[in-house]
């Protein structure tokens, strides 16, 4: 995994990029928020969410209650 | 015990969609459609660890921060595992004093090198040869270069490609041999007789004969 490590903990990057989404934001505001190519923001949203750290909404990507516990 | 044979090697095409996949690289697993949006030099080298591919490496650094520029990233790819591609930048960064900051694939079941046609047989079997795929925001193949295995790249050639193909996408126009950014862009010929007189008669152009007219930009 990319954004969470062996021992359970979330990778910088993964910590970066959940934090920015309290509200809704899609993947070109959250690489221009996070200064991250979007290529490398697609790829971790994609885990985050696969691992229910994040929630995949109609307006976006949003933080889910397991990723808020994680942080 | 039977052995899984090679994936079936394919050519993509100038101009077709380039081949989706999705794969582990030193940053993660990437899929194609990540790439969406931008422009995308996807490259293969023979193998880590080896004296041509690392002064590659060194020269596509480089050229890195240029290329985003451009809105476009790099993807490596070579026949080796994520765990010696990380090996090998941390190398690089170490002895040469170059940070590799671009992802490269490790397509140990030569699965996209297959996709891609970046095995070349007659030279090896096991190393993919030097490949550069140029792709556009939409994911279609725009340029594909090939070099041998004993020849390293020239990544002045690569970007001069990429800024030919950016222009004429942006202004409709192409470009003549060994054109460089500056320098006057080819008309397309006109296609019917009416678009031919009207050609003629534009003060604008440079033009030797109806079918041959630059421009500056």
Known sequence: ?71 | METNPDPPITFPRIGSPAPPFEAVTSMGTLKLEDFKGGWLILFSHPADFTPVCTTEFMAFAKLHPKLREMNCELLGLSIDSVYSHIAWVRNIEEKMKVKITFPVIADLNKEVAGLYGMIMPGESTTETSRCVFIIDEKQVIRAIIYYPLTTGRNTEEILRVLQALQTTDKNGVATPANWRPGDEVIIPPPRTQEMAEERSADKDLKCKDWYFCKKKL
């Open chain 1, 1 to 71: 995994m990319a954004c969470v490590k062996p021992d359970g903990s979330l990778t910088e990057t993964a910590k970066v990029l959940l934090r920015q989404l309290e509200n809704p934001l899609n993947a070109e505001e959250i690489a221009s928020l996070v200064g991250q190519p979007l290529f490398k923001v697609r790829s971790v949203m994609r885990e985050l969410v696969s691992n229910g750290l994040a929630l995949e909404l109609e307006g976006g990507f949003q933080i889910s209650s397991k990723g808020k516990e994680k942080l």
